[in-house]
């Protein structure tokens, strides 16, 4: 239930989950890098397709998030091509809505951004700078802690949001946010697969030049 429908979250929530979203888009578009922008958009239409698969987990339901993956990939980019997906999932298929669009964003940009911020820079070898490519071992495990805890935290992000609508929605939250620990895991074993192979394939994605060494390769 990361896209949470119109008519659920009260005015407040609403409104300062709009002004922050804002701010951060501003911030996003300010930073924005050209070349930058199929990437961005190929992820974007990733996460699209994939939030449209639901998996029921008792009383809520749960899907594929991928917004560590996008953090590590686009940084402040991600603002932006999560709320287009976001808003063309409330258009065309009546997940979420134009109202909690605001709220939604948040709710899933900013781990994103966390983890863009906080866990990319673990990918390159120490000393070496951001030329240094790096190993497919060390990007899978920042993967999957960026899969994970980028996940858990829209979980939270999710409860508290409800939480502060109302009291009547304390189960419902507690219910959510327990939902969204064994996605995380999942989340984890994904992002972590996939930075691994995209370093063996095209390490340019997190920033390094296709020429450049493996960590820990001999030359």
Do not use: K
Request: include cysteine; aromatic fraction near 6%; glycine fraction near 10%.
């Amino acid at each position: 239930m990361a896209h949470i429908p119109d008519g659920v979250l009260a005015a407040p929530v609403l409104i300062g989950g709009g002004v922050v979203t804002l701010g951060l888009l501003t911030v996003a578009l300010r930073r924005l890098d050209d070349q930058a922008l199929p990437q961005a958009a190929v992820l974007s239409a990733a996460f699209f397709v994939i939030s449209l698969i639901s998996i029921p987990i008792g009383m809520t339901s749960v899907h594929l998030l991928l917004n560590g993956l996008m953090g590590l990939l686009l940084g402040w980019l991600a603002v932006p091509a999560i709320l287009i997906a976001l808003a063309l999932q409330a258009v065309f298929f009546g997940h979420g809505g134009l109202l909690s669009l605001g709220v939604n964003t948040l709710n899933l940009a900013v781990p994103a951004l966390l983890c863009g911020v906080l866990l990319r820079p673990w990918l390159h070898a120490r000393g070496s700078g951001l030329a240094a490519r790096p190993s497919p071992r060390r990007a899978f495990w920042v993967g999957a802690l960026a899969g994970f805890v980028a996940t858990w935290l829209t979980g939270l992000a999710v409860a508290l949001a409800l939480l502060l609508s109302g009291q009547a929605l304390g189960f419902a939250a507690r219910a959510i946010a327990l939902a969204y620990v064994p996605l995380a895991g999942l989340e984890a074993v994904i992002t972590a697969t996939v930075l691994a192979f995209l370093v063996r394939v095209e390490p340019r994605l997190l920033g390094v030049p296709q020429e450049a060494e493996p960590e820990g390769t001999d030359t």
